[in-house]
T-cell receptor, first 117, second 116 residues
Framework: GAVVSQHPSRVICKSGTSVKIECRSLDFQATTMFWYRQFPKQSLMLMATSNEGSKATYEQGVEKDKFLINHASLTLSTLTVTSAHPEDSSFYIC?????????????FGQGTRLTVV | GENVEQHPSTLSVQEGDSAVIKCTYSDSASNYFPWYKQELGKRPQLIID?????GEKKDQRIAVTLNKTAKHFSLHITETQPEDSAVYFC???????????????FGTGTQLKVEL
């Protein structure tokens, strides 16, 4: 199947700093990528939809100025957690679907475990 | 928006028994229903999916059924094995468009434990 690569897999940062997470589709083009957050023993909660060449669409309750999303190409989306605080510690996962196929399998990155100290 | 409910939250079965996980959805426009298996600290892996034009789909020990009228779908795992132990998520999405199409809404997850 298609491959989505996410980096870093694990990051520890100090409170108040920013962290950038990359999500790449390696063998297909993705006009849309999705960013999820997953707290321990909970479900994947959609944070935002990343649209290539335009602004991201954020879910209700997600601060767009805190979680900056950039989707500069058909294979790369980035999520930047700005001014991180301990409550931002979570597992962040991106996903993407093939540009040319509507409503098909979503492929997930390996996730990023963010710990803010 | 779409709301997906999933039950049970935990399920413990004996090896060799069957396991059934049920989900309901709220948006009648949803037409794609995947099931994911997630092991601790890892990415979700698709195990089976079904589209709204089909009522049932089977892949070896795994099957999914869909009732569009009632807006619910279920995952069936037969002859369970210890390696089936994981968290399972159902999800729903609809065809792309301006109304939030193509994004997956996940259920709350089911922790399946297969005991020897």
């Amino acid at each position: 199947g298609a491959v989505v690569s996410q980096h870093p897999s694990r990051v520890i940062c100090k409170s108040g700093t920013s962290v950038k997470i990359e999500c790449r589709s390696l063998d297909f083009q993705a006009t849309t990528m999705f960013w999820y957050r997953q707290f321990p023993k909970q479900s994947l909660m959609l944070m935002a939809t990343s649209n290539e060449g335009s602004k991201a669409t954020y879910e209700q309750g997600v601060e767009k100025d805190k979680f900056l999303i950039n989707h500069a190409s058909l294979t790369l989306s980035t999520l930047t957690v700005t001014s991180a605080h301990p409550e931002d510690s979570s597992f962040y996962i991106c996903s993407a679907r093939d540009h040319g196929l509507a409503n098909t399998e979503a492929f997930f990155g390996q996730g990023t475990r963010l710990t803010v100290v | 928006g779409e709301n997906v409910e999933q039950h049970p939250s935990t399920l413990s079965v004996q090896e060799g028994d069957s396991a059934v996980i049920k989900c309901t959805y709220s948006d009648s426009a949803s037409n794609y229903f995947p099931w994911y298996k997630q092991e601790l600290g890892k990415r979700p892996q698709l195990i089976i999916d079904i589209r709204s034009n089909v009522g049932e789909k089977k892949d070896q020990r795994i099957a999914v059924t869909l009732n569009k009228t009632a807006k619910h779908f279920s995952l069936h795992i037969t002859e369970t094995q210890p390696e089936d132990s994981a968290v399972y998520f159902c999800a729903a999405s609809k065809r792309g468009g301006t109304g939030g199409g193509n994004k997956l809404t996940f259920g709350t997850g089911t922790q399946l434990k297969v005991e020897l």
